[in-house]
Every structure is written in C-alpha cells, then in structure tokens.
C-alpha cells in the first residue's frame, strides 16, 4: 500500500474568486491523500477477507527490516511472515 506524505499545516487552503469572494477548499495533497487511501482500502479489504501485498520471491528476498511483515509469494503462491528479519512460509495443518 503506497500512502503519500502531507503537508501538516494546510488541511484547507482559503482561495478568492474572480469577483473577491473568500471561499475554502481542501488542499490538493490532502485531496490526493484521501482519494489514495480509499482506493487502497477498497483494493486491499473485502467482505471476505484482507488481500495480502504480492511479491516474487526474489523481490521478498530483499525486503528487510519488515519484522511481523505478512505477504504473498507470488513465485511459490504461499503466505510468508517476517520473523525477526527471516522470511517464514506460513503453514497450515
């Protein structure tokens, strides 16, 4: 899930129209923000469950510091667990 950094003073920004008129918008980073999230929310969560974040394992391979990090081997199409910096396939029984 890739969420972008915000401005932390500028939640909303004061414009003028063309005739002088103050009126108030969401600035467009924060704007940006939002839109992403929900996108993301609705790509990664569902009724039935929580998708995992997908990668190969050789692209897993070079993840660090991802301790307690979940994600799917796409290469081996099983679940893996960081634990304490390894990588552990998740098994079932």
Known sequence: MNIPSLPINDLIEKITDVEGKPSYRMHPAWNLFFRQLQYELQKNLS???????????????????????????????????????VWKTITTS
């Not at 995992?52 to 667990?81: E, H, M, R």
């Open 47 to 85: 009724e039935e469950s929580i998708v995992l974040p997908q990668q190969s394992t050789s692209n897993i391979s070079l993840l660090t510091n991802y301790t307690g990090g979940i994600i799917y081997d796409n290469t081996l199409n099983v679940g893996k667990i960081n634990l304490n910096g």
